[in-house]
Every structure is written in structure tokens, then in C-alpha cells.
């Protein structure tokens, strides 16, 4: 919903006519959540203008292609309006290069924004905010607190940089309301959210902010991320297990991989066999082709002799099913 009200408040900002509703494309990090591409879609926007642009062996957006696959949608006619960041992707937790994209969004005007459902929280940290960098510069960015800032579902923020341009999001009419049709009335959340009648999500963030302050989120953030690192080191240190790549979040994929085995297919049976296990929940993705165990670490609480023994529950379940 967060990356709906963007992209629809991008649209109408920009001004465009409806005219040329059917011409709008967005470009976009293949990796992007699906969410994106669904909005894209409630929208209206056809399938093949919603522009995926490749990645690079970090899964993040090949920054360096923007242009010529930006000159190649124009000159198909399609009105390029919006290019969206990704901060971080879901699969595995890769930060799109977010100074680039907004050079490139930049020169043409372009309406920027980005999905920091996830990983936008790491603006509370010293030691991670560098992988927000640019992110200043978006025209809109989504956060959901429910995700790394220790809130029950559903409360995202959409934020917007009023000091870009003007922002408008829907004009509806609706005198039972307001009175006042064109003024902001920030207070009046009907003008800016889909739903009118609506609870106030954010009271739980407001809450823990006002009680713990904001270096709360920066503790979270920096455990739960330091964790992500540490995990990855006692895989990549555990004979027969390898990382699908460097994480720089808390999402790690990872997998068994010892010679001789079929590993997208035993890989596929631990997960089956943790699942029924119960200890962990292991889910999986993946990635370049090759299907992985996926973990995201959200409690704080989470140790590391926890994560040691998933490891060693990994290589036991794998040495059971391929000695059958
Ligand atoms: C990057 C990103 N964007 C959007 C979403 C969708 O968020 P929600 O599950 O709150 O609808 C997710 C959920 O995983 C996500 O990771």
C-alpha cells in the first residue's frame, strides 16, 4: 500500500495528463519486492513497462545501465516517471546504489523513490547508515515499523521530501469531510491514505520513541545486523556450507553444499525437514538461479549459540537425507 500511494503520488506530482496514463513506465531493480510490480499494475501500467533493470552479483541495481535502458523505453515512446530504489531487497537484503540513482533521476526529472520497508531503519545507525546514502535526495520513501523497529504489523510510514517538490498525492472530493478542498490539513489522513477510516498505526513507534528514545532502533539495528555478519562467518567457516553471497543486512542466504549432492534438491528437504522440526523457521529463495536457505534475524533476543546450532541442525538433517 506504502509503494502504491508513492508511485499514484508521483503521478499525479509530476502532473501527467491522462491522457498519456497508458504510455507511464517505472524502472525498477529486478530484485525489487513484488509489491512494487503490483502497484505498478493496480495502477494500470502495462507488464512490459514496468522496466526491470539486472542487478550484479550482489543483487544490487546495475546502476551503470539506467541510462541506456532509460533511452531505450523513451525512444519506444514510454514516459519514464518514476525509478525506484530498493533499501534493502527482500530475497537478500541489497541495497541498491542510492546516490547513482538519484544523479540519475536527477537528470531527467524523474520521480524518486524508495522501498525502505525493510532496511530503511538503518538511518539510526551510526555504523550502517552509510547504506542509505542518497536516500536524502529520494522524492518519497516507504518504512514499515513492523519490520525493524519492534512494532506489531500492519504501520508503515510513507514519507515525502516536501523540500524537492510539491506533493500531491489524491484529490478527492469529499465536503462531509473537510471544508477546505485544496489546503493540506496534515491532520486529515483521508487526504493522503487510501483508507478513510483508519486506526492510528503509528501510536506503538511513537510510544517506544517517546519511552526509549530513538537510540533504541539503533541498538536493534546494530545487533540484529552485526548478527547477520557473524552468522554468515560461521557459515562460510563450516565445512560442506557456503553463503549465496556477502550479507550486509540481516537476511543471510546460505545452503549445504557438499560434493557429489544434488543441492538445490537437498537443500529443499532440510528446509522441508526444519519446517517440520519446528526448532527454526528456515525459509528459502533464490538466488542466481540456485535455491537457498534464507534467514532474517528480528529478535534482538537471538544468540549466538542459537545460530550455532541451526548450523549444526542444517549438517545433521543433510547428513541423514544423503546417507538414504
Ligand atoms: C522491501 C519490501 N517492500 C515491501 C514489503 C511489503 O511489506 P508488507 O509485508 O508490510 O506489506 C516487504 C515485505 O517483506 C519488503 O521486504
Keep these: 500500500m506504502g509503494n502504491l500511494t508513492a508511485l499514484v503520488t508521483a503521478r499525479t506530482s509530476l502532473g501527467i495528463e491522462e491522457k ?7 524502472m525498477v531493480s529486478g530484485e525489487a519486492h513484488y509489491s512494487v510490480e503490483r502497484a505498478a499494475k493496480i495502477m494500470g501500467i502495462k507488464s512490459e513497462n514496468i522496466i526491470k533493470v539486472p542487478v550484479d552479483d550482489k543483487c544490487s541495481i546495475r546502476s551503470e545501465f539506467l541510462e ?13 516517471f518514476c525509478v525506484i530504489g530498493c533499501a534493502c531487497t527482500t530475497s537478500v537484503g541489497a541495497y541498491d546504489d542510492l546516490e547513482a540513482i538519484a544523479d540519475f533521476a536527477e537528470k531527467h526529472q524523474l520521480w524518486f523513490h524508495v522501498d525502505g520497508a525493510h532496511g530503511g531503519a538503518v538511518i539510526f545507525s551510526d555504523k550502517y547508515r552509510h547504506l542509505l546514502q542518497g536516500i536524502e535526495r529520494s522524492d518519497s520513501l516507504i518504512l514499515d515499523f513492523h519490520k525493524m523497529m519492534l512494532v506489531p504489523p500492519l504501520s508503515t510510514a510513507i514519507i515525502y521530501n516536501a523540500g524537492n517538490r510539491k506533493v500531491n498525492e489524491f484529490s478527492p472530493k469529499a465536503a462531509y469531510l473537510w471544508q477546505d478542498q485544496l489546503s493540506e490539513e496534515w491532520y486529515n ?3 493522503h491514505t487510501f483508507e478513510c477510516t483508519k486506526p492510528i498505526t503509528v501510536l506503538h513507534t511513537y510510544a517506544i520513541m517517546r519511552l526509549y528514545g530513538d537510540d533504541i532502533y539503533r541498538q536493534n539495528v546494530d545487533t540484529l545486523y552485526d548478527l547477520g555478519k557473524e552468522f554468515a562467518e560461521m557459515v562460510r567457516r563450516t565445512k560442506n556450507m557456503e553463503l549465496a553471497l556477502e550479507p550486509c543486512s540481516n537476511i543471510v542466504c546460505f545452503r549445504y553444499a557438499a560434493a557429489g549432492i544434488e543441492c538445490d534438491e537437498v537443500n529443499r528437504r532440510i528446509a522441508e525437514e526444519l519446517l517440520k522440526d519446528g526448532s527454526y523457521y528456515v525459509v528459502s529463495t533464490e538466488v542466481k538461479g540456485k ?20 548450523i549444526m541442525k542444517v549438517q545433521e538433517t543433510a547428513e541423514n537425507l544423503t546417507l538414504i
Design 20 to 26: 498519456d496514463y497508458h504510455k507511464l513506465a517505472i
Design 291 to 310: 535455491y537457498y536457505l534464507r534467514i532474517t534475524l528480528m529478535n534482538p533476543l537471538t544468540d549466538r549459540k542459537c545460530l550455532e546450532r541451526l
Design 189 to 191: 489522513s483521508a487526504k
Design 68 to 80: 541506456d535502458i532509460y533511452q531505450r523505453a523513451v525512444s519506444e515512446g514510454k514516459i519514464v
